[in-house]
């Protein structure tokens, strides 16, 4: 059964994985200029860390987490094995990664060699993870979601989404973070 995933259990967290990507994409540019002599832009790194943590992890992550990984459990998908434990174990991984860049950066940004290259490690671990991962997610365990959660199910899982996606991140609104991907992405300078 092919589902029309304009109104889905997924579609919005498919929407996030393509802004999540887009700023990936900024990171992987920001520190693969073919100049390595030079740094690299450490505010655009530092905002993408920043929306990582606050966009991909507390918002994103945190409504997969909470809301459609239990709603698959209680259809019958085992939680402790099979896609849901690895999503999870990746979630974890990238969770370890993004604080490695966060505590390198300062570092990174003052000159000390090691904390250069724990950033730009930490970041490929992170890049590399997290294509991997939406490519799974988007691949297999969201058309699995989206023919098993239907109806009134789907409808409630989406309002639930909605309450999360109206809380405050840190003091920012999911909305000020989908201006900050978007400014990262078309290379504006940041706020702050
Ligand atoms: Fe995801």
New binding site residues.
């Given amino acids: 059964m092919v589902n029309d995933r304009s109104d889905t259990a997924t579609r919005m967290?498919r929407d996030e994985?393509q802004l999540i990507l887009g700023v990936v994409d900024v990171l992987d540019e920001t520190l693969s200029k073919p100049d390595s002599a030079s740094d690299p832009d450490f505010d655009v790194v530092d905002r993408c860390i920043s929306f990582f943590r606050l966009f991909a992890d507390a918002c994103?992550?945190g409504k997969?987490e909470d809301l459609l990984f239990p709603e698959l459990i209680e259809h019958g998908m085992p939680g402790d094995e099979g896609p849901i434990a690895v999503m999870l174990s990746e979630h974890q991984q990238g969770r370890l990664s993004v604080r490695g860049m966060a505590e390198a950066i300062d570092g990174a940004r003052s000159g000390d060699e090691n904390a250069m290259s724990a950033l730009r490690a930490h970041s490929d671990d992170y890049i590399h993870l997290i294509r991997a991962h939406?490519g799974k997610?988007d691949n297999i365990l969201f058309n699995m979601a989206d023919d098993m959660v239907l109806g009134e199910a789907c409808r409630v899982l989406c309002d639930r989404y909605d309450v999360v996606c109206s809380r405050r991140f840190e003091g920012q609104t999911k909305d000020d973070l989908e201006i900050m991907a978007a400014s990262l992405m078309a290379g504006q300078p940041g706020s702050s």
């Fill in positions: 967290l994985h994103h992550h997969e939406i997610e």
